[in-house]
């Protein structure tokens, strides 16, 4: 199951040694319109279901400016008080969105009322590239992004 998948590797990915090496910068702006974002993408994928609680596996075949894309996902709750979690992959060197993805990014968003935390994974060629953002809407002076390099 998608949702198991991206919490498992999250948390691999952020149990690593090099995690505790994290950056941290306050990055008021950056954490609250990478907020925004992902309420976006919340509410874009949840569309008008009456659900608390589904999935999606979304293809975008590419074009002259942007490569094939995958995004799949699963949503539980609302953007006040749940959780996300997704996959998405690209594809650099085939236009076929059902094999293996050149780059694959796993996204874990839990929302709650002040705000939220967004733990990501982007695994590539060279590595894993991993961030953290918290937001607190309350006091956003709290705002972070946390971000390490696992070497591949």
């Known amino acids: 199951m998608l949702a198991n998948r991206v919490q498992s590797e999250i948390s691999r990915v952020f149990s690593h040694p090099q995690a505790a090496q994290a ?18 993408v919340f509410r ?12 999606a596996d979304l293809h975008h075949r590419g074009h002259c400016l942007a490569v094939p894309s995958r995004r799949q996902i699963a949503w539980d ?10 996959e998405d992959g690209l594809f650099l060197t085939t236009t076929s969105t059902h094999s293996e993805p050149q780059i694959k990014t796993l996204v874990s968003t839990e929302f709650h009322p002040e705000g939220l935390v967004k733990r990501e994974a982007s695994f590539a060629h060279d590595g894993v590239r991993a961030r953290k953002v918290e937001v607190n809407y309350l006091h956003p002076q709290q705002n972070s992004v946390e971000e390490f390099f696992i070497a591949g």
């Open 44 to 55: 874009y994928v949840r569309g008008d279901a009456s659900e608390p609680s589904g999935q």
């Open 77 to 86: 709750g609302c953007p006040q008080n749940g959780q996300m979690l997704r």
């Open 23 to 40: 950056k941290r910068s306050e990055g008021v702006a950056y954490a609250q319109q990478e907020a925004e974002r992902e309420v976006d």
